[in-house]
């Protein structure tokens, strides 16, 4: 097992996980409406500019297209612009 670590970018969670997620390894958030899964997602994906040296890529798989809208997250937490592919 490896010691190194991804950082999420939330130092709380990160402290909770033993300094962060562990490369190579699928991680699954789930939990009810408005917990801050699509934020934590994204915040993972932008810490991956200061980890990496490039942002990440966030996949959604479920979106509705009402309220909680991943573009609207995206564009007032880091002034991203995200579109289909």
Known sequence: ???????????????LLGGGL???TLTVVLGATGIGKTQLGLQFARQGLQQEGE???VFDMTSRGDSQ????????????ELRAM
């Open 55 to 57: 942002t990440g890529i």
């Open 69 to 80: 809208n991943h573009a609207d997250y995206a564009r007032r937490l880091f002034s991203w």
């Open 22 to 24: 562990i490369p190579g």
């Open 1 to 15: 097992m490896t010691d190194e670590r991804l950082e999420t970018g939330i130092a709380a969670l990160d402290d």
